[in-house]
């Protein structure tokens, strides 16, 4: 029991799952983090980091590393790469088993699981995540200072990304699936008076 139980275990082990790490391990309360990926989660994804405050530009990789140090150093425990086989939280006393490493519980649990992005499944586009193809505009529109941007889909988020990424692109294409788009009427408006963004539709693709 003393070397498996934790006052709080989290699962993921992204920016959130690692800062709540860093604040609780420093705070000595007894922390493990369980990740199922790389530590620094979809950070680790981008080349580079521009918006972190206090950091002019890091390498995304970095990011993630740095802060995983930062919570091993105050005594966070961290499982990469890990399996679960079953979790149970419906009593006081939290229970998680992992494949290979066994069963551990914790008197609090975190779920910091973050979140992915829908990819297109088109050829090479892991090859260029982060070096051309992105997922959040809000993070790296400012690296197409100038360039033509794609954006594809026809929701909310496209057509509002869209738009923000006007404030740096010489155009943006929005690219649809479809003959109509499925954003709120607004984001359609202020799209469609946007000298930069031209539309294509379903209808117009070969
Ligand atoms: C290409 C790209 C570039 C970006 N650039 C920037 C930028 O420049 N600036 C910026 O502010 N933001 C940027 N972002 C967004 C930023 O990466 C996210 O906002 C941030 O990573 C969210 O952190 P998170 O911890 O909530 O989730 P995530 O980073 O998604 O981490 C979640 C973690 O949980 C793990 N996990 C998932 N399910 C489970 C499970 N069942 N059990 C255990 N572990 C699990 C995952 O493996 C992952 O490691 C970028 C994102 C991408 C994809």
Do not use: W
């Not at 802060?67 to 979790?87: C, D, P, R, V, Y």
């Not at 050829?123 to 997922?135: A, F, N, V």
């Not at 359609?188 to 946007?194: C, M, P």
Request: with cysteine; net charge negative; aromatic share 8%.
């Amino acid at each position: 029991m003393e070397n498996t139980h934790f006052d709080v275990i989290i699962l993921g082990g992204g920016a959130a799952g690692l800062t709540a790490g860093i604040y609780l391990s420093r705070a000595k309360m007894k922390t493990l983090i369980i990740n199922e990926g790389t530590a620094g989660g979809q950070m680790v994804l981008t080349h580079e980091i521009a918006n972190y405050p206090g950091v002019e530009s890091t390498g995304g990789y970095m990011l993630g590393s740095t802060m995983k140090k930062q919570a091993t150093t105050f005594g966070a425990k961290i499982f990469n790469n890990t399996k679960i086989e079953s979790l149970d939280l419906t009593s006081d006393i939290k229970t998680i088993e992992l494949a290979r490493k066994g069963k551990f519980t914790s008197d609090s649990f975190i779920i910091a699981t973050g979140g992915r992005s829908r990819p297109l499944n088109v050829p090479s586009e892991d090859k260029l995540k982060g070096r051309g193809i992105s997922y959040c505009a809000t993070c790296d529109g400012d690296f197409f200072q100038d360039k033509e941007i794609i954006v594809v889909g026809g929701g909310n988020s496209a057509l509002e990304e869209a738009v923000s990424l006007t404030k740096y692109a010489s155009k943006v294409t929005v690219i649809h699936q479809f003959d109509h788009f499925q954003a709120l009427e607004h984001y359609i408006d202020e799209a469609k008076a946007n000298e930069k963004i031209e539309f294509i539709m379903e209808s117009e693709i070969e």
